[in-house]
């Protein structure tokens, strides 16, 4: 059974609507992950689901009741649920008053407040920071404090918006542990809402994408970075390369895109004459000197017009007819020593190539 | 020249040796404004957390009014209670003109703008983000007030010291309520405003200077404070 359940939900600031007919259904236990690029109601609707805004109209059912729109009811229900803001806001106590505060508003024995403080600080590594400054702690600390102070309540939900936006790397890497931890021990049902697709698809087990206030798709994480739904989508979750085309051929499920004139084959059952984009991610293309024999049934002769470094691994854009953004390691760039100008060779499989419906406007 | 000369020398001898006139008068002085203060602080504290805490009509210009009355003469003041007080006023039977409860009285509500009006602004310049996540974390109502109220302890605490510094340095009211008796109501500014026309600068000086000194703490206090 879901513990959350959203139905056409909509909310508006003023006359700018935030959030547009939402549907959304999150099981027990489940981590669901809500990504979309800044601006695009995540926060909205964590802010909806954890009581703090009433919705402009539609329902939200927690544990299968449907949340009312004011009375005491709402506390009730709120105080099953923990929520993590993108900036953590620490109160100007101790640490230790910080991670209390919620258990003794719950009226909760101050004996078993102070062990489960001790145990909860000892769990996300700030074991003997009980009598220091809230205030003075450094931004990855004042997040750890404030996922303390939100699991120790043991909530059946955890909602986390963008809960590393404002850190290091490596209070990053810490905070997605913790998370990851939480999630799979407690069996607490999460949901983050995050820019970052890769935090996404590293934490959750489902996605939704939500962009302009719209749930646009929703799935497993290879669903929606294999597949993207519509162009948008696909543009949000980095695949580079969609290029327009229309389908000439189709047999027993392998399509023939034509793309200004080159044949690109990929894997689809739109039928022959349907406008379509063929969605290409950068890593499924490989770059070499010669025509290789190989299963990739899409080779094309090109031209390096860019290439830049990320770390351990070079963007190369590409000219073949149409542009192509492939990644390659940084290893391999030097190898075939790529640069402006250097002829090479760029292939992809057919099962690489995401063919996405067109809507003709 | 030699006359202040003599006149300070002679008020630094009066400190030194704890003359217990000046001594007496200092601790009196004290004593009024700590307990207007407190009634003050007792009253208007929870007043000003309300007037922050509602939304209702007419809430701005109220604090405006509120504001435009931190700076009220303290003659005023004494004028409005020596109305209420004096033998014909409404309280007159009660007795209370030119006793100390009368500058108590007075001084409170001298400070009470001061107090709920800084108040107002102390809990005021809590982040909205506060509220947020101690509702968040599920306070109800009354817990999320005591919390934002202990967020602007300190900025709270500098508009009590505030409503302190200006008790303790009236004058005006203390003369016209209280009536300076000496043993009685006489306070650091009411002598030193009788012993400065007696032509008794010694002393006028030694409670002048005790009387700066006390504005030092405070300040020094507000100071400490305002880098919490």
Known sequence: MSL?????????????????????????????????????????????????????????????????????QRLEIRRRMSFIHQKPQVFN??????????????????????????????????????????????????QRVALARALILEPELLLLDEPTANLDPVSTAKIEQLISYIAGQHDTTTIMATHDMSQGQQIAGRIGVLLEGRLVQTGSAHDIFRSPKNEEVANFVGMENIIEGVIVANNEGVATVNIGG????????????????????????????????????????AKVTQVASFGPLSRVEVNCGFRLVALVTKMSAEELNLQNGREVYASFKATGVYIIERKSS | MTELWQGLTKAIELIITLDPEVMQIAARSLTFAAISCSIATLI?????????????????????????????????????????ISRAGPFGNLGLLFTPAAIVIGQALLVAPIITGLTISALGG???????????????????????????????????????????????????????????????????????????????????????????IINIALNRLQQR
């Open chain 1, 4 to 72: 959350i359940e959203v139905v056409s939900l909509s909310h508006s600031y003023g006359a700018r609507e935030v959030l547009k007919g939402l549907n959304l259904s999150i099981g027990r236990g489940e981590v669901f992950a809500l990504i979309g690029p800044t601006g695009s109601g995540k926060t909205t609707l964590l802010r909806l689901i954890d009581l703090l805004e009433v919705p402009s109209s539609g329902e939200i059912y927690f544990d299968g009741k449907c949340i009312p729109k004011s009375g005491k």
């Open chain 1, 93 to 142: 106590l101790s640490v230790y008053d910080n991670v209390a505060c919620g258990l003794r508003w719950r009226g909760e024995r101050k004996n078993r407040v102070a062990e489960k403080v001790d145990h909860i600080l000892e769990m996300v590594g700030l074991e003997g920071y009980n009598n220091r400054d809230a205030r003075t702690l450094s931004g990855g600390e004042a």
């Open chain 2, 44 to 84: 208007f504290l929870p007043l000003g957390s309300v007037i922050h805490f509602n939304r209702f009509y007419g809430k701005r210009v109220l604090i405006n009014i509120i504001q435009t009355f931190y700076s009220v003469p303290t003659v005023a003041v004494g004028l409005f209670v020596f109305v209420f």
């Open chain 1, 262 to 301: 080159s044949a690109i084959e990929a894997v689809s059952s739109y039928p022959v004459g349907k406008e379509v984009y063929a969605g290409i991610r950068p890593e499924d293309i490989t770059l070499a000197l010669s025509r290789t024999q190989s299963s990739a049934r899409n080779s094309f002769q």
């Open chain 2, 126 to 216: 809590v982040d909205r983000a506060v509220t947020e996540t101690a509702i968040s974390l599920g306070a109800n109502r009354s817990q999320t007030t005591v919390l934002i109220i202990r967020e602007a302890r300190f900025a709270i605490l500098a508009a009590l010291i505030m409503g302190f510094g200006r008790a303790i340095s009236e004058v005006g009211l203390s003369l016209m309520v209280g009536g300076n008796i000496r043993g009685f109501t006489r306070t650091i500014t009411t002598a030193i405003s009788l012993e400065t026309s007696k032509g008794d600068l010694e002393l006028s000086i030694a409670l002048g200077i005790i009387l700066l000194f006390l504005a030092l």
